[in-house]
């Protein structure tokens, strides 16, 4: 959700990648996960293929997802894996 919500509005829209500016999803991605996104906000559950395409495709945005983490709350997690 929170790349989904890093996506600019026009972009939410149309589900696609129209702003090359380093935030949301690739334009490989966009379509597929912003589907995956709406579909969470009205309030339903991804399937398990969903949930497949998911995990396959949200590791290449891991520093984005890591650079929302307030500091406090990422040594508190890298504390508990070290």
């Known amino acids: 959700m929170k790349l989904w919500e890093r996506q600019t509005t026009?972009?939410?829209?149309?589900?696609?990648t129209g702003h090359d500016n380093g935030v949301g999803y690739n334009g490989t991605d966009a379509f597929i996960l912003s589907s995956f996104a709406e579909q969470i906000n009205?309030?339903?559950t991804l399937s398990p293929k969903q949930l497949v395409i998911a995990f396959r495709k949200l590791p290449k945005y891991s520093r984005q997802i890591i650079s929302l983490?307030?500091?406090?709350?990422l040594a508190e997690i890298e504390a508990k894996v070290a």
């Open 10 to 16: 026009d972009e939410q829209i149309a589900q696609n």
């Open 42 to 44: 009205k309030g339903r």
């Open 69 to 73: 983490i307030p500091a406090e709350k």
